[in-house]
């Protein structure tokens, strides 16, 4: 899948579903029945817990640190560049202990409110560890082959901590191209990034930026496809995956 779009696959001037479009999509930009099924899709930044893992159950043989990993109950595969066509888009609160990983999270919430409540009322951590919440970024991606042009059903695709930044910017790109979220498809990379001496995979760094670019307006079949699914009542659930307390509501909030 590591291959130039094919032309077939996007067309080349704004189509009418841009022109009139109603916004589709962006509704939860703004403010920022078996959810174990629904596709993810990661970033494999290290060897752990992942298909780079030689005794995970998905191992991959050619997977690698620095690709991204889909994975659905069909399908388990690793691309370096990753071509989607997003769908959908909610901010939401995750709440973990620090140092990362010594227990299990507390949860995800829709508002931070609602995150520090649950902080509130949890118990205390041992041995000094303390409970931290971080806004993520949960986006809803179809994961588009532009070899085949295939579409794959869609994905949750989570970004927080030092991806935050690229999610923000990808965001305003969308925003600024007008029209629903989908229609338009975009290429995804990674490249290395450092924090305090801390090598990592991001989708950019301060040298090179953000590592996502438009790749040109979807076809009218897609636009339909993706269309679909962004009404179908998966999405929702994708967007609720995890989240506790309040439920997420399209019509409240706008795109802008």
Request: negative net charge; contains cysteine.
């Amino acid at each position: 899948m590591n291959a130039k779009v094919s032309t077939t696959t996007l067309v080349a001037e704004a189509p009418a579903h841009l022109k009139k479009h109603s916004n589709l999509g962006n509704e939860l930009v703004g403010e920022q029945e078996e959810l174990d099924l629904i596709p993810r899709v990661k970033l494999l930044s290290n060897s752990t817990n992942n298909p780079v893992d030689e005794t995970h159950e998905d191992y991959l043989e050619h997977a690698k640190e620095g690709m991204f990993w889909y994975k659905s109950s069909t399908e388990n595969f690793v691309v370096k560049e990753l071509y989607v066509i997003p769908v959908s888009f909610v901010s939401i609160w995750g709440v973990t202990a620090q140092p990362y990983g010594s227990v299990p999270p507390l949860g995800y919430f829709i508002s931070q409110s609602d995150a520090d409540a649950s902080i509130a009322s949890a118990e205390a951590l041992p041995n000094g560890a303390m409970w931290t919440n971080k806004e993520i970024h949960r986006h809803i991606v179809i994961v588009k082959n532009p070899e085949t042009g295939a579409l794959y059903p869609p994905a949750v695709f989570d970004l927080g901590r030092s991806r935050l930044y690229h999610s923000k910017a990808w965001n305003r790109m969308i925003d600024a191209d007008g029209g629903d979220r989908f229609a338009g498809l975009w290429k995804l990379q990674l490249i290395r990034d450092e924090f305090n001496n801390n090598k990592y995979w991001n989708l950019g760094n301060n040298e090179k930026g953000t590592q996502i670019t438009k790749q040109g307006w979807v076809t009218d079949e897609d636009y339909n496809s993706c269309k679909e699914i962004f009404q179908q009542s998966t999405t929702q659930e994708a967007l609720e995956l995890n989240v506790k307390d309040t439920p997420i509501n399209h019509t409240l909030l706008t795109a802008n």
